[in-house]
Structure formats: C-alpha cells, structure tokens
Nanobody
Framework: QVQLVESGGGLVKPGESLGLACGPT????????MAWYRQVPGKQRELVAS???????DYADSVKGRFTISTDPAKNMVYLQMNSLKPEDTAVYYC??????????WGQGTQVTVSS
C-alpha cells in the first residue's frame, strides 16, 4: 500500500529556518491536492498550508508570510519551507495528499521543535 513519507524535521532555534519534503513510496495517480498539517499533544490536527496547483496555495493565518508550500507534480512531491520559526510552531508535521481518484494519503509525521 502506497504511503507518504516526510523528511526534514528537527530541532532549530527561534528565528531559524527548516524545510520539509514529502513524497509517495510507490506509484500513484496524480495528486490533485497536497497539504501540510501539524498537531501538538492534546490538540486537533490543524491545516498549515495546502496546494491545489500553480499559484493556488492557502495558508493558516499563523504561518502566512513565513511558510511557503511548493510542489513537484512530476514527482508527486510537496515541500514546506518554514522561515522565522517560532516556539509555537513546534509540532508533528504531517503530509497529506488526495489523488485524482479521490483517494487520500497521510504521512507518518515528522517532529519539528523550535526551542532556544
């Protein structure tokens, strides 16, 4: 069964940058939507950024101007560039995708910790 795999999480200091990447473990139909979510213990998973194609990106208000989502449709990859990170960005970040058949996929999550 095809899954999504994230990479790039880690520990950074406030104000620093970090990039995440995500892609499928096997062949998939083209992804119509790709997105990043995050979750902290005791809270619901929240949408961070989503992409439905070129110049069709949406962001949570808390990350606008700091995070950038991008995709490589040929490789079914999605990226999240996170700049000016804050302690409140600390969370497990999950990759999400929906293909042209409506099937959805989730990654296993990658930890991002922002701490001095």
């Amino acid at each position: 069964q095809v899954q999504l795999v994230e990479s790039g999480g880690g520990l950074v200091k406030p104000g620093e940058s970090l990039g995440l990447a995500c892609g499928p473990t096997g062949n998939v139909f083209g992804f119509m939507i790709m997105a990043w979510y995050r979750q902290v213990p005791g809270k619901q998973r929240e949408l961070v950024a989503s992409s439905r194609g070129v110049r069709m990106a949406d962001y949570a208000d808390s990350v606008k101007g700091r995070f950038t989502i991008s995709t490589d449709p040929a490789k079914n990859m999605v990226y999240l560039q996170m700049n000016s990170l804050k302690p409140e960005d600390t969370a497990v970040y999950y990759c999400y995708a929906r293909d042209t058949n409506g099937r959805t996929y989730w990654g296993q999550g990658t930890q991002v910790t922002v701490s001095s």
